[in-house]
């Protein structure tokens, strides 16, 4: 279940602060690199909904984010569409896609649901990566960013298009953690629980499995539009299982289920990589170290390990009180 | 078209349906007994490439890496299980597959370390070097090799299986583990022994592929997807099931692709997708 402590508040705000701090104060590749990591921290977050309240480890949110970039793409730069009905487009193909996958899976669980997610992920991937119009394994450019001058922002500029990005980082988080604070929130977890009995209790425990993927593709589709606009072109990499992979390494990193961990996993991993890779060419060994590291830790993450000790810190003065939050589930 | 090429691409397909059934056997046999998903599984068959490579430099014999190579994975497989596997059997599917996730980078880099990033070719013997006459066609006689090889493993395993003890013994703790460590089977030692000759049979598939495919970083993970959907199609923990997968998923890649090139490479991923949804236990499932 999921409560919006004040660790957890604080926690946001510092990160959102710390990557407006980073992208303002650094040069043009330090803004490359919070976008990276705004764009790796929404799709984590999209994942962490689904793998950390609804048990579902899914391996397609590569694919999911995809479908929104390349959807965003066709509709604006092949076919001429204005930009935010493209956009639209591409948010509901996300959806579509998700709900779909998230249906025909929802009767399988464990390794299976991974299994499957994985294989639709790599459907999508080969379709985009076999589809000649849409340039095949290189992919396509000429896709344009959002005009927002009348608003008087310049999204070409840098600094701008990070701030729009840590706007939509935010939006996304709070809406999935109003998502996950509703009835519907509290439903998912109870199926992730023990989904015979919520079956028991009249859920139509399948179809709920399949809107929660399907809100899931929506955050990711956000992500795909953020990172469609960001490099003004596209290509199937976006939607290559070990995308998915590494967004599943970054819930981790951060700590499952706590939807704020996702964004300090995303901002970890990005800057590992970047720091790594400035003094050796291999970091991924390192990352799958750390990876290693963390799941025989105990599979916290930092940021859960983190509210973890908190809890216990706090819990012991006031043994009996839960951290609040409005059940109607 | 005519009779001798589809001959070819049938055998083509046998040789792709055997490395398939290699790499596919070891991690089939480790779910059901293990149930480990070990994703590491192809990292092992690209060190049993490579060090095979390495094995022949220094031997120059291709008969020494071919024996040598997979004895060597064996021993990492042996570490791997008494650092890692042992304490992740119990951790959930999700923890499994990011421990051997993590595993597949740190594989990647040891490669890329000791042997660089270049693809790396590996002879045949010299006794294979040419082809035969089978059939009507000209084939190379070292994939006549390679079939021949996942044949005689099949069989193999299919002898130790059905008629020794200690196949009755890992039959039995595939059915019922606890039952059979309650029957006086040292349940802990079948599972290392498992996981070694897995590793053993991945490390076989890499060097006997060496030759054919040449080694490269990323053939750990070309390799693994088609792996894991034969796993899955055949039934997780399934001899039988990976035999039936493997010639599945062989047969539909080489003929899809000859076929109707467009739309192979979805083909497979539907076969998944519609096993999933239909039988999602696999065709052949390991508990009746």
């Known amino acids: ?329 | 078209m005519d009779l001798s090429f589809w001959i070819l691409q049938f055998l083509n397909a046998m040789q792709y349906s055997m490395l398939l059934f290699l790499l596919s056997i070891g991690l089939t046999v480790i779910f059901g007994l293990l149930h480990f998903v070990n994703l590491a599984h192809a990292s092992l068959y690209m060190m049993g490439a490579y060090i095979g490579i390495s094995v022949a430099a220094m031997t120059g014999s291709f008969w020494a890496a071919f024996f040598l190579a997979p004895m060597f994975v064996t021993l990492i497989g042996a570490v791997l299980y008494f650092t890692l596997i042992d304490r992740m059997r119990t951790a959930g599917p999700m923890n499994q597959v990011l421990v051997t996730f993590g595993l597949i980078f740190v594989f990647l880099d040891l490669v890329r370390m000791g042997w660089g990033d270049i693809a790396l070719g590996l002879d045949g013997p010299a006794s294979l070097s040419g082809t035969t006459r089978l059939l009507g066609v000209d084939y190379p006689a070292y994939r006549l090799f390679i079939i021949a090889l996942g044949l005689g493993v099949m069989a193999t395993m299919w002898l130790v299986l059905a008629r020794t003890q200690i196949g009755a013994m890992i039959r039995a703790s595939v059915e019922n583990t606890n039952m059979a460590a309650a029957l006086g089977i040292n349940v802990s030692k079948l599972f290392f022994l498992v996981f070694c000759f897995g590793c053993a049979l991945a490390g076989l598939a890499g060097v006997a592929a060496a030759p054919i495919l040449s080694a490269t970083t990323t053939m750990g993970i070309t390799i693994l997807i088609p792996t894991l959907i034969v796993v899955v199609i055949g039934g997780l923990g399934s001899l039988e099931g990976a035999i039936v997968g493997s010639v599945i998923i062989g047969f539909m890649e080489t003929f899809g692709a000859v076929m109707i090139p467009s739309f192979s490479a979805v083909l497979t991923y539907a076969l998944l997708a519609v096993v999933l949804i239909w039988r999602p236990q696999g065709l052949i499932p390991a508990r009746g």
Not at chain 1, 114 to 129: E, N, P, V, W
Not at chain 1, 243 to 268: C, F, H, K, N
Request: proline share 2%.
């Open chain 1, 1 to 329: 279940m999921f409560y919006q402590t004040k660790l957890r508040s604080i926690t946001l705000i510092a990160a959102l602060i710390f990557l407006a701090c980073y992208a303002s104060f650094g040069s043009y590749f330090a803004r490359e690199i919070v976008v990276e990591i705004i764009i790796l921290a929404i799709l984590a977050i999209s994942l962490d909904l689904c793998a950390g309240f609804g048990g579902m480890v899914s391996l397609c949110h590569g694919a999911m984010m995809g479908v929104a970039a390349y959807g965003f793409a066709i509709m604006s730069a092949k076919l001429g569409w204005p930009l935010f009905p493209s956009a639209l487009i591409g948010l509901f193909a996300a959806v579509v896609f998700s709900g779909l996958v998230g249906w025909v899976t929802s009767r399988t669980n464990g390794i299976f649901f991974i299994m499957a997610t994985l294989a639709f992920g790599q459907m999508a991937y080969t379709f985009f990566f076999k589809s000649r119009w849409l340039g095949g394994d290189d992919g396509f450019g000429g896709i344009s960013r959002f005009d927002l001058s009348m608003i008087g922002l310049e999204t070409n500029d840098s600094l701008v298009f990070t701030y729009i990005g840590l706007v939509i980082l935010l939006l996304a988080y709070g809406l999935t953690a109003i998502v996950m604070r509703s009835g519907f929130g509290r439903t998912l977890s109870g199926i992730h629980v023990n989904e015979d009995r919520m079956k028991a209790l009249g859920v139509n425990t399948a179809a709920h499995r399949a809107k929660a993927m399907a809100f899931s593709g929506f955050i990711a589709g956000l992500a795909g539009i953020i990172a469609a606009q960001h490099t003004l072109y596209i290509s199937p990499e976006l939607l290559i299982w070990t995308t998915s992979g590494e967004a599943l390494i970054v819930v981790i990193l951060g700590g499952l289920g706590t939807l704020v961990g996702p964004i300090i996993g995303a901002i970890l991993l990005v800057l590992m990589k970047h720091e790594i890779s400035n003094y050796t060419d291999y970091w991924h060994a390192f990352i799958g170290l750390v990876l290693i590291f963390t799941v025989l830790a105990g599979g916290r993450g930092v940021f859960g390990q983190i509210e973890y000790w908190f809890n216990k810190l706090t819990q012991k003065h006031q043994s009996t009180t839960k951290p609040h939050g409005d059940d109607h589930a």
